[in-house]
């Protein structure tokens, strides 16, 4: 499975299962916030005491792969899939660098 390399923030809700606020920056410098059960961008248990940042993954589903200007590999994902994430802004499709998106096992986020 892919996954964009996330930075979490922040604990929202502590209630079971916890929500944390995530983020990344796209290809382009823009960031992009999502709020996300804990259990789906990391295997850590995390609460309000936990120190912040900590690194997380948001799946995702590969869309498109280009060459930019620079000669960077651009892929363009959509979170859609496989677990239906999406932006406080309501955004699916990103396109990030090669080095934000890994291979991970379900569960070894």
Not at 16 to 25: I, L, T
Not at 42 to 59: N, W
Not at 66 to 79: A, F, I, N, Q, S
Not at 81 to 86: D, K, L, R, S, V
Request: glycine share 10%; with cysteine.
């Amino acid at each position: 499975m892919l996954g964009i390399k996330v930075t979490i923030e922040r604990i929202t809700q502590e209630s079971f299962p916890g929500f944390v606020e995530c983020r990344f920056a796209d290809a382009a410098g823009k960031w992009h916030v999502f709020e996300e059960k804990v259990p789906v961008v990391t295997v850590e248990d995390l609460h309000a005491s936990s120190e912040y940042p900590r690194p997380g993954v948001i799946g995702c589903l590969l869309v498109a792969t280009r060459v930019g200007p620079d000669g960077r590999e651009l892929l363009t994902v959509d979170t859609e899939q496989p677990w239906a994430i999406e932006s406080k802004a309501g955004e699916t499709h990103f396109e990030v660098s090669r080095e934000q998106v890994i291979e991970f096992e379900h569960g070894a986020g």
